[in-house]
């Protein structure tokens, strides 16, 4: 009799080791797996943070060259503006 318990025990222990090494890889796949979507959510939120301050960086230089051409403007307008006074007084001359 106990030559058939330890065969049981044997079967059992062999199942046991099975399943074991079966949850397992399981386990290390799913961890696997875990890993993999935290780096992608990772690389994703990198991504969106370099494509923000992309975003920044263009809005700001944009800001700058409008002021500057606006400002080159209102500078050609004061200087027109200054040639047409200058004329109207040069014709009232005549």
Request: without cysteine; glycine residues 4%; positive net charge.
């Amino acid at each position: 009799m106990s030559s058939a318990a330890t065969a049981d025990d044997i079967r059992l222990q062999d199942a046991g080791e099975a399943i074991g090494a079966t949850a397992g890889k399981a386990v290390a796949t799913v961890r696997r797996t875990a890993n993999t979507l935290n780096e992608g959510k990772e690389r994703l939120a990198e991504a969106a943070s370099a494509a923000r301050s992309e975003a920044r960086r263009v809005v700001k230089s944009t800001r700058k060259e409008t002021k500057k051409a606006v400002k080159s403007a209102k500078k050609l307008a004061t200087s027109a503006k200054k040639s047409v006074k200058r004329i109207a007084r040069k014709l009232k001359r005549r």
